[in-house]
């Protein structure tokens, strides 16, 4: 066992009496040194369960991408949010079959609709430490790209061993910046079938409006099913494929939740940034996020106003819109909560302090100060390169980013299967080939036009001696020059390609190098001429990151050490692995608006709220069949005396955040309680700083959820399946 191991193990064991009652994103091995937490806060199930990822409930969690979903039936059929399954929701819609704004619902089998390409469930069966492995003697040695590409080419040959075992996705992911690494085991389900999703009216009742608002009263929730081979095992889409029956599956709740009642959550987080440096915080906040969001905002305009009166390109652009939407006021929430605080001068005063404890021993002096002194400075130059290429998302057409992944996918394809770049193997041409497929129904060329030349007109207005030759000379532009000559040339270049052609796109993941060279699609043609500056660019960035994955590791062990002399628990930040929190049902006072949360908001709150499809953008427009309901009070069994109605949305205090969309909410004996789906705007900032008086996650009841299915869309044969009487 590496000296790391045993830190991290060390520290872990002191997490149940150091960390904040509700903090903490904690891997599954965690959970047994922070039992007597658990236990204190209402757990019922033995806390050792929680670790075993192929024991109940765990096996019933799964990830899909961007988000988390749980079994729900022993068929395969799981729930997710609406937001999360809306991307196959939009794929699957066109003008006259109009699947978000009017919901679907599929009677039988044989309606469940084939999900949008690579969509997947993963679901975890084994977590293995293989730090040993990946940083051996023969790596710690090594510095820059060498480093990085050593610790690649284990991490692939860990990966095809795993994978020696059919049916299986494995990767390898690095804890606290590098320092620690986990091989991720888990059965890889490729046919995903849409099955349920209200109307928009229900699913994303509030919009962007009330996003990262409370009081909510949203029914983000929607469902799929795992399909696999007649032999059990996974496989790709055949109309010949059965449902997949999972080991375990969660169940409704036996009893009503209520306020103060423990919650848990079981899901896949995506990125936090608790342990970030403090110029790292300066940077983010100062420069990098405000940059970001000022740019998503302008493209959110410029979406919507080139897809206004054409339905068929808001569809194709909505999920995009969506991301977009939700990424930019996260964004805001996060500056807002910024602005003004003490955030950075605690991280500072933090960081000071290690550097003091560091400093206070010739011993810690020698072992952790290089990494020390070494990390800022490379990370200025990081954050120099951010500066110059943060509009490059933004202002390359779709169209080339697709041939230059293309081009690089015959490049790759020339040489042996484990010397090819990680992301461009035999088990990623699946993913590629999806990909690609996508653009079909996520592609508007009037659209992506009008942003690609926005936000290059705003990359040529920047110092020339900032600018990447490569990236302006590819489309024939100049520093400095004017938007009308760039949207001229921007027309000669699309009109000059036919990788719009779906059946033409899909014919060059097949092709050869020299058939790329020897194109002369003006796409095709602007990734050849960028490929040498890619290359360069990559291995830019590969020297870097060899030398700063050696220097911040060192300083994460520093922070670990540091904390451990002082008794203190440190969890890795999250990183898109499976994660547990827990925490309780609980309002908050005072609110964003100085009134109080209660923990529940309910039907009525629909009704309130409800303006029609003219006003508000459409985006309060509750279902003609569901207001009737509500009117009537036809709340069947799931309506709550203190409330007088159903309950719709619920607070908790539990710690999460994107990637958790989805994620199963639990009771004290593993109960499906709810669905987590968002935060609040204030609280947001939660990723990079936790205050638990602030913290609080929104979840959709699943009373609510069964209420809808039951009275309102008529789903009885989900409802059967679920057991639901």
Not at 488 to 513: E, F, I, P, T
Request: proline residues 5%; hydrophobic residues 40%; glycine residues 8%.
């Amino acid at each position: 066992m590496t000296r790391h191991s045993l830190s991290l193990l060390a520290v872990a064991a002191l997490a149940a009496t150091s960390a904040h009652a509700d903090e903490g994103m904690w891997m599954p091995k965690q959970l047994p040194q922070i039992s007597k937490a658990l236990k204190a806060g209402g757990l019922a199930l033995d806390p050792a369960k929680l670790r075993e990822l192929t024991d109940f409930p765990m096996g019933a969690v799964v990830a899909i991408p961007g988000c988390t979903a749980s079994f729900v039936s022993p068929h395969g059929l799981a729930v997710t949010n609406h937001h999360c399954a809306y991307g196959s929701i939009q794929y699957n819609a066109k003008p006259e079959r109009d699947l978000l704004k009017n919901g679907f619902y599929a009677a039988t089998l044989a309606d469940e609709l084939p999900a949008a390409p690579g969509t997947r469930m993963w679901v975890t069966v084994d977590m293995k430490d293989v730090s040993a492995e990946v940083l051996n003697d023969k790596t710690r040695a090594l510095t820059g790209k060498a480093r990085t590409d050593a610790i690649e080419a284990t991490e692939k040959r860990l990966v095809a061993a795993c994978e020696a075992d059919a049916g299986h996705r494995c990767n390898v992911h690095p804890f606290f910046g590098g320092l620690q690494y986990q091989l991720i085991k888990q059965m890889e389900i490729r046919d995903v079938r849409l099955v349920h999703a209200p109307a928009t009216g229900v699913g994303l009742f509030g919009g962007d409006a009330d996003n990262w608002v409370w009081p909510r009263h949203t029914g983000d929730y929607s469902f799929y099913r795992a399909y696999v081979g007649a032999d059990g095992k996974p496989a790709d889409f055949s109309q010949d494929n059965k449902p997949y029956a999972p080991r375990h599956h969660l169940k409704m709740p036996s009893s009503p939740l209520n306020q103060g009642d423990f919650v848990m959550v079981a899901g896949y987080p995506g990125h936090t940034n608790r342990h970030r440096l403090p110029t790292e915080v300066d940077f983010a906040f100062g420069w990098q996020q405000p940059t970001q969001a000022r740019v998503m905002g302008e493209a959110i305009e410029l979406i919507k106003a080139e897809t206004a009166g054409r339905r068929d390109a808001e569809i194709k652009m909505a999920n995009r819109l969506q991301g977009l939407q939700n990424y930019y006021k996260n964004l805001q929430g996060q500056q807002q909560s910024y602005d003004g605080s003490d955030i950075l001068d605690r991280k500072t005063a933090g960081f000071e302090q290690l550097k003091a404890w560091v400093d206070g021993s010739p011993e810690r002096r020698a072992r952790y100060g290089a990494d020390i002194a070494a990390t800022e400075s490379l990370i200025a130059e990081r954050q120099t390169h951010t500066r110059a290429e943060l509009l490059h998302t933004f202002m390359m057409p779709a169209l080339l980013n697709s041939a230059r992944q293309l081009y690089l996918i015959a490049q790759e394809r020339a040489k042996p299967d484990a010397e090819r770049k990680a992301g461009y193997q035999e088990r990623d041409l699946p993913r590629l080939r999806a990909a690609q497929q996508s653009l079909d129904r996520r592609y508007d060329e009037p659209t992506d036009k009008r942003v690609a030349a926005r936000f290059l007109a705003q990359y040529l207005a920047q110092p020339a001696d900032t600018l990447n030759p490569a990236w302006v000379e590819v489309f024939g532009l100049k520093a400095g020059q004017d938007p009308a000559a760039i949207r001229a040339r921007l027309d000669q270049v699309y009109a000059d390609s036919k990788l719009s052609d779906s059946a033409l796109r899909m014919a060059w993941l097949d092709k050869d190098v020299a058939a790329f060279k020897a194109s002369d699609d003006a796409f095709i043609k602007a990734a050849v001429a960028l490929y040498d500056d890619d290359r360069r660019l990559e291995n830019r960035d590969k020297e870097l990151g060899g030398k700063l994955q050696k220097a911040y590791a060192g300083v994460q062990q520093a922070m670990i050490d540091y904390h451990a002399s002082r008794g203190e628990a440190v969890y890795p930040d999250a990183n898109s692995t499976l994660r547990i929190s827990y925490g309780k049902v609980e309002g908050r006072s005072p609110g964003t608006d100085g009134s109080t949360w209660t923990a529940f908001t309910t039907l009525r709150g629909i009704v309130a709220k409800h303006k029609g499809p003219d006003e508000a953008g459409g985006e309060f427009n509750a279902p003609a069949e569901q207001l009737a309901a509500i009117k009537a009070r036809n709340f069947g069994k799931y309506y709550v005396k203190g409330l007088d109605s159903v309950p719709v949305n619920f607070l908790s205090t539990l710690d999460t955040t994107g990637g958790n969309s989805g994620s199963p909410v639990l009771n004290k004996n593993a109960e499906l309680v709810g669905l987590l789906f968002d935060g609040t705007l204030d609280a947001v900032i939660s990723d990079w700083d936790f205050n638990p008086k602030m913290v609080r996650s929104i979840s959709v009841d699943a009373r609510y959820m069964l209420w809808q299915m039951s009275t309102v869309d008529k789903t009885k044969r989900l409802l059967d399946e679920m057991g639901v009487r």
